[in-house]
């Protein structure tokens, strides 16, 4: 089962539906990391029947910044297939900084809430996360029992390709009838 995480602050309702893109590169230079999403929404009891849901997306861009609800950037509503599937393309987001004094930083995260169609699922709102992130719990200024950075469902490996700049990387979420559960916490 996918592990649910809070929502943070930087969720606006109102995101544009989009194919594919969520966040736009952000550097004049080429410089910022692409990276490419692709999973499936399953139900959590037997792993294998798709559930055909809304993602709501959104997440810092590669500098850390999450944007205002005017452009709405770096935030999208992706539709996925009947059996579940789901790809989208973004930056790789940035870490930011939640506390001045302490220098308490959040790891590279991107935020979803997932509806599936059929509602006696619930909307599960949680957080992804990526491996070798050196903000990862017990690091992370928001907390394990907030943003759950030190759940293994929700922390990905994400692969190089022969292009430097471009990663990918591959996560399912697992939904339970009823909801996935309160945040812990």
């Known amino acids: 089962m996918t592990a649910p995480a809070t929502e943070g602050p930087y969720y606006y309702q109102g995101a544009p539906r989009v194919n ?3 966040c736009p590169l952000t550097s004049p230079f080429g410089t910022d990391k692409i990276l490419i999403i692709r999973g499936q929404v399953l139900d959590a009891a037997d792993c294998r029947t798709p ?3 809304r993602l709501d997306i959104w997440q810092a861009n590669a500098l850390g910044q999450y944007s205002e609800r005017p452009n709405y950037n770096c935030r999208a509503i992706v539709e996925t297939d009947d059996q579940g599937r789901f790809t989208f393309r973004t930056v790789y987001p940035g870490h930011y900084r939640m506390d001045e004094r302490t220098n308490a930083y959040r790891p590279a995260h991107i ?3 997932a509806t599936p169609r059929n509602t006696v699922y619930g909307t599960l709102t ?3 996360y990526f491996t070798n992130d050196p903000y990862l719990w017990p690091r992370d200024a928001c ?3 907030e943003c759950s950075s030190n759940d ?3 922390i990905i490996t994400t692969n190089q390709q022969r292009n430097l ?3 990918d990387g591959q996560w399912n979420i697992y939904m339970r009838r009823g909801g996935n559960g309160p945040i812990r916490g």
């Open 152 to 154: 293994r469902s929700l």
């Open 165 to 167: 700049n471009t990663f």
């Open 143 to 145: 907390g394990a029992e």
């Open 51 to 53: 559930l055909p849901a």
């Open 126 to 128: 949680t957080q992804l």
């Open 111 to 113: 935020h979803f809430k």
């Open 20 to 22: 594919g893109s969520v």
